[in-house]
């Protein structure tokens, strides 16, 4: 494909995917697990070998998204956290990671427990204390993630890259590569739960890392990481994620435009105290938000609810359009009460997390007038 395409026409496309061999307009799902030589034994597809290095299907999603993030080079993995566990592997005893508090739970927990059995020292602090953590602590790695997950808190990317040497690594989950860029803005890798909007469809499970500089070091560790430890998505997971991209810019878009919607809704009710959003002007990262983000600022909010807990869990019950399950940026709206799964991290136990879908907005935002009632 041409150059220059933008990110409609690049997802439309697959960048490019066909099937040369039946002339199909979509990719072939080739599920073989080692590839054939011939009589001289050489392969027969010099880059074809065994597919824990790779795959057809693998390369195909990678290279959606590699145009997608204006990145060098991507790989993806069979989770979001397989994803990040090969960024962290790649730390030697010894070394410090600054890693942002207030995250997605399932980041933190691991991170917390991986870098105790490393013998690597972990700084966690909160957005506002970033710069000043790297400054003080000299880290190799720092790890960020906005707009975070469920604080809908915002980290200016540029200023950070700017303020440390550190290889600069940012979750953009929930952001997707449509609205932000964060390997333009000075990251040096940037991460996606693959599960969640990229896929949309709440049915694949994948990770994914992209780097702007394929000849880092540290690029290379993840690159025989994956390989040697055999984190490899599998094709068939590949393939849907390639078809789910297509509509990826789409589904954004729209799910943009419904969260947009429904935030300011739901900020002018007398029944809320406050809404997490970045899109709302009186959010503290707003101006930040609104200069690295491009087409507006996801799909996820939170809801501080008036009044208990008890409030709460029966706003959460009375909705019928809004699933109680836990994810995030699939078609179909969820709501989730953060407190009953992490009573432990200081979540208030009247916030209501939502993953706005691309449903018609008015029934969405009658699903929450009722529920409020
Ligand atoms: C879900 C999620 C992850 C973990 O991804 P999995 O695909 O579930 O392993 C990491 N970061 C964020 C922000 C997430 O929402």
Redesign the pocket.
């Known amino acids: 494909m041409t150059k220059n395409l933008k990110p409609a026409t690049i997802a439309a496309h697959a960048a490019g995917a066909l099937d040369p061999q039946s002339g199909g307009v979509v990719p072939a799902l080739q599920p073989s697990t080692t590839f054939m030589r011939d009589e001289n034994y050489d392969l027969v597809r010099p880059d074809n070998i065994y597919s824990r290095d790779n795959s057809d299907n693998l390369r195909q999603a990678e290279a959606v998204l590699q145009r997608l993030e204006g990145a060098a080079d991507t790989l993806l993995f069979p ?3 397989a994803a ?1 566990a090969a960024v962290f592997r790649t730390l030697p005893n010894g070394a410090t990671a600054v890693v942002q508090s207030g995250i ?1 739970w ?2 933190t927990a691991w991170i917390r427990d991986f870098t105790t059995r490393r013998d690597i020292t972990l700084v966690e602090v909160d957005v506002s204390e970033l710069a000043a953590a790297c400054e003080t602590h000299k880290p190799a790695l720092v790890f960020v ?1 906005t707009p975070s ?1 469920p604080w809908l808190k915002t980290v200016d990317i540029r200023a950070l890259a700017d303020a440390t040497d550190a290889t600069l690594v940012v ?1 953009a ?2 952001a997707t590569p449509i609205l932000m860029q964060p390997l333009a803005l000075g990251a040096d890798i940037v991460m996606h ?1 693959a ?2 909007g990229i896929n949309g469809h709440s049915d694949v ?3 994914v890392l992209s780097t702007g500089n394929a000849d880092a070091k540290i690029w290379d560790d993840i690159r025989a990481d994956r390989k040697g430890a055999g984190a490899i998505l599998g094709p068939f997971e590949a393939w849907l994620l390639t078809r789910a991209m297509r509509t990826l810019p789409l589904r954004v878009e729209r799910m943009t435009q419904n969260a947009q919607a429904l935030a300011e809704h739901l900020m002018a009710h007398p029944k809320v105290a406050d809404v997490f959003y970045p899109g709302l002007p009186h959010h503290p990262g707003h101006d930040v938000a609104k200069r690295q983000m491009t087409g507006g600022f996801g799909g996820l909010l939170s809801v501080l609810v008036k009044g208990s807990k008890e409030d709460a869990l029966r706003v959460v019950g009375s909705l019928k359009l809004f699933l109680r399950a836990t ?2 940026g699939g078609v179909e709206s969820l709501v989730e009460h953060r407190h009953t799964i992490e009573p432990h991290t200081g979540i208030p136990e009247n916030l209501i997390r939502v993953s706005v879908g691309i449903e018609d907005i008015g029934d969405l935002i009658a699903d929450w007038e009722q529920a409020l009632e």
């Open positions: 989770s979001g956290m990040i997605y399932g980041t993630e997950n979750d989950t929930a739960s599960t969640k499970l994948a990770g994810s995030l």
